[in-house]
């Protein structure tokens, strides 16, 4: 019963900014490790971003500087501010969230970013 729910993605010109949201519901403890992944066409899953519960945080060498994530325990929600879009970061978002007890791993249905030069 536990669902991701993604908004905040559409179309934006190269330069542009756009901001997703992620709120997990259906539990009530925070996940351990919350993040996203992308997924271009013609190619894998790859991992973009993640948080964990204290708050520290990894990021794809392709997003450092430009890419900021975030998230609100008590809301169980996680953010990717997306700043200085190009058109390589065209790509189906997906949120993700794991529990380390008891083991389980979650994702959201994902969400298209599309970045026009």
């Known amino acids: 019963q536990v669902q991701l729910v993604e908004s905040g993605g559409g179309l934006v010109q190269t330069g542009g900014s756009l901001r997703l949201s992620c709120a997990a519901s259906g539990i009530i403890r925070s996940f351990n490790v919350m993040g996203w992944y992308r997924q271009a066409p013609g190619k894998q899953r790859e991992l973009v971003a993640i948080?964990?519960?204290?708050?520290?945080?990894n990021y794809a060498d392709s997003v450092k500087g430009r890419f900021a994530i975030s998230r609100d325990n008590a809301k169980n929600t996680v953010y990717l501010q997306m700043n200085s879009l190009n058109p390589e970061d065209t790509a189906v978002y997906y949120c993700?969230?794991?529990?380390?007890?008891?083991?389980?791993?979650?994702w959201g249905q994902g969400t298209q970013v599309t970045v026009s030069s």
């Open positions: 993700n969230a794991m529990m380390a007890f008891p083991p389980a791993t979650y």
């Open positions: 948080i964990r519960i204290g708050g520290t945080t």
